[in-house]
């Protein structure tokens, strides 16, 4: 009898201890879930308040920067015409490398431009992530491509000069 009992004893230890390891790890399994859910509550935070900011923080290519700048300094004084447009896409097109990234760049620029009333904001932060980006030599060839979309001043906008004053500044160029 006392053999049954002990063999008892030792199953009902067994179970005691096999419980408490079940429950410490559900215990562990929900800590880790929670951890995961504050990681990505502060990930979907940290990327909202990027969206919230601005369209143009979120442009990680180049090229989508500059058109998005060329879009906005030349739809300042309202929308461009199609021959702006049309020259816009073509100055682009030469640094896009295909047409899919071109017609990507163009769409994303138009939007971000339409999404930021400010031009000069559109300057200060494609040009930051530009001026970081480019090297000397490409910063004097994209002053020569905003240049380069139109040579008729009547289709230029009323505040070009201080727009390209300002964009140039912004890429760390000398200002004329």
């Known amino acids: 009898m006392h053999i049954i009992l002990g063999v008892l004893g030792i199953v009902a230890a067994i ?3 096999w419980w ?5 790890g559900e215990a562990a399994n929900e800590v880790a879930d929670r951890a995961g859910r504050v990681r990505g509550h502060f990930r979907r935070k940290k990327l909202r308040a990027k969206a919230a900011e601005s369209p143009i923080t979120a442009i990680e290519d180049p090229v989508v920067a500059a058109a998005t700048i060329l879009i906005s300094i030349y739809s300042e004084d309202g929308p461009f015409l199609p021959e702006v447009e049309e020259n ?3 100055t682009i097109g030469g640094i896009a490398g295909s047409e899919g990234a071109l017609d990507e760049a163009m769409i ?7 999404q930021v009333d400010d031009t000069l ?9 530009l001026n ?7 910063k004097e060839q994209l002053i020569s491509l905003v240049n380069s979309v139109t040579s ?7 505040l070009y000069k201080i727009r390209m004053d300002k ?10």
């Open 167 to 176: 964009l140039r500044q912004r890429l760390g160029l000398t200002v004329h």
């Open 20 to 24: 408490r390891i079940k429950y410490i």
């Open 108 to 114: 994303y620029a138009k939007w971000a431009a339409s």
């Open 132 to 138: 970081s980006k480019l090297n000397e030599t490409e």
């Open 121 to 129: 904001l559109v300057i200060d932060r494609a040009g930051r992530f």
């Open 15 to 17: 179970g005691i201890w």
């Open 152 to 158: 008729d001043p009547g289709l230029r906008p009323k």
């Open 88 to 90: 816009i896409r073509q």
